[in-house]
């Protein structure tokens, strides 16, 4: 059974970092992407940035990159999204998701079955 767990999440200032952390279980990095979203109230979901099996290459949402660094550690089965340079439209609930999404749905929500419980970044200006 997949499961993942977020952590890290917390309030901080605008212009601060954050590193958020999903460790993962029940899954290999050989055969499933791991991705962060995040949602507001009322919107959908919002991709972030995905890092995808085997290669481990790195795609990020336009509004985050540059800012964001995600990265995993295989011998811990953790992802982690390193967020620089902070900002108040990024205060949201982040999810770390995993599955085996197509190249059409690494974006997407969809393309992704297993999903955490999510953790809380405030961003105050």
């Known amino acids: 059974q997949v499961q993942l767990v977020e952590s890290g999440g917390g309030l901080v200032l605008a212009g601060d970092s954050l590193r958020l952390s999903c460790a993962t279980s029940?899954?290999?990095?050989?055969?499933?992407?791991v991705a962060w979203f995040r949602q507001t109230p009322g919107k959908e979901r919002e991709f972030v940035a995905t890092?995808?099996?085997?290669?481990?290459?790195?795609y990020y949402a336009p509004s985050v990159k540059g800012r964001f660094t995600m990265s995993r550690d295989n011998a811990k089965n953790t992802v982690y999204l390193q967020m620089n340079s902070l900002k108040p439209e990024d205060t949201a609930v982040y999810f770390c998701?995993?599955?085996?999404?197509?190249?059409?749905?690494?974006?997407?929500?969809?393309?992704?079955?297993?999903w955490g419980q999510g953790t809380q970044v405030t961003v105050s200006s």
């Open positions: 029940g899954l290999s990095f050989r055969t499933h992407s």
């Open positions: 890092i995808f099996r085997i290669v481990s290459n790195t």
């Open positions: 998701a995993a599955g085996q999404p197509i190249q059409s749905t690494a974006t997407s929500a969809r393309g992704y079955r297993t």
